[in-house]
């Protein structure tokens, strides 16, 4: 079998080969970034995931310099969509055997969420299906997600905004989109990765402020009377930042101002904006790409 060359080509491909283990067999890495005016958000952050991913599958990253000139290069002259957006990044599994490098792959797309979510809180259901702790998988921010497009396409179906998964021992894992927190007897919870979640860039830094702000937190195993026993529980991805979640089913939760979830949030915020100002000039877009 042919070796891979020893770097992914670093420019953005209009499109990935038929060939490539990405269109095969969804071998691949992906990042979701937020870009705000300011520039791309905790690129650190995402880099380090990244390259665990990398790691498991053997795909060589870029050094951080490296990877952060590339995406900062494609920012200053693509046309993308008004800040804030996402910016996707993908990192194909290139083809071996026929000597095929992987490939990055960029992709910008607007934000959904509406300030009137924040207000009211997402309704969360627990999904039918189960988390599988012990996969490789969820360690690591696959391109291989249809189990998560599915029970996302559940909520959606049922009339929920997200899903929560619980895993084969009945363990809280997280959200078909992002990872649970929730506050009981005061203490911030969210389940450990052991319990099948996938370790979020927000996850670390909700930690790290609930620290900062001198907040109990906890991770560990949790089930679900721990949940329905939380003063406020919330979700976390890269856009989502800190969503409030209103109920579980039919289980009601409050969303009040002054709560844990507000107070992460607006300390999140304040690390949003103090994320280095790149300036980036960029072409004017007419909508996403």
């Known amino acids: 079998m042919t070796e891979l060359p020893a770097h992914p080509r670093l420019y953005p491909e ?7 283990r990405l269109t095969l067999f969804g071998y691949g890495l992906f990042e979701t970034i937020l870009v705000t005016g300011r520039g791309p958000c905790f690129l650190a952050k995402h880099y380090e995931r990244m390259k665990r991913g990398g790691e498991l599958l053997s795909l060589e990253i870029p050094s ?16 993308v969509p008004p800040a804030p957006f996402a910016l996707r990044v993908t990192l194909s599994g290139g083809a071996p055997a026929q000597a095929l490098p992987p490939s990055f792959l960029l992709h910008s797309r607007l934000i959904g969420y509406t300030p009137k ?22 360690r690591i921010k696959s391109t291989n997600y249809l189990e998560n497009l599915l029970a996302k396409q559940e909520a959606v179906k049922r009339g929920f905004g997200e899903g929560l998964w619980c895993n084969s021992r009945g363990e809280l894992a997280e959200g078909t989109l992002s990872n649970l927190f929730f506050v009981r007897e005061g203490q911030l919870c969210t389940p450990s990765p052991a319990c099948g979640c ?49 109920r579980l089913d039919e289980h009601r939760f409050r969303v009040t101002p002054g709560s844990v979830s507000r107070r992460l949030a607006l300390a999140l915020e304040q690390r949003v904006q103090a994320e280095p100002a790149l300036n980036l000039v960029r072409p004017r877009s007419d909508g996403p790409r």
């Not at 924040?118 to 299906?129: H, M, N, V």
């Not at 609930?210 to 991805?237: I, M, P």
């Open 117 to 138: 979510q924040y207000e009211d809180g997402l309704a969360l259901t627990l999904l039918s299906t189960q988390r599988n702790e012990s996969s490789p998988l969820c």
């Open 198 to 246: 996938l370790p979020g860039t927000r996850r670390a830094l909700v930690l790290e402020l609930a620290e900062a702000l001198g907040l109990r937190w906890q991770e560990g195993a949790y089930h679900l009377d721990d949940l329905k026993q939380a003063s406020e529980v919330f979700l976390t991805n890269s856009l989502l930042g800190i969503m409030p979640v209103s």
């Open 64 to 79: 951080l310099p490296v990877w952060s000139d590339f995406i900062i290069n494609y920012l200053s002259r693509a046309a």
């Open 14 to 20: 209009p499109a990935v080969a038929s060939e490539d």
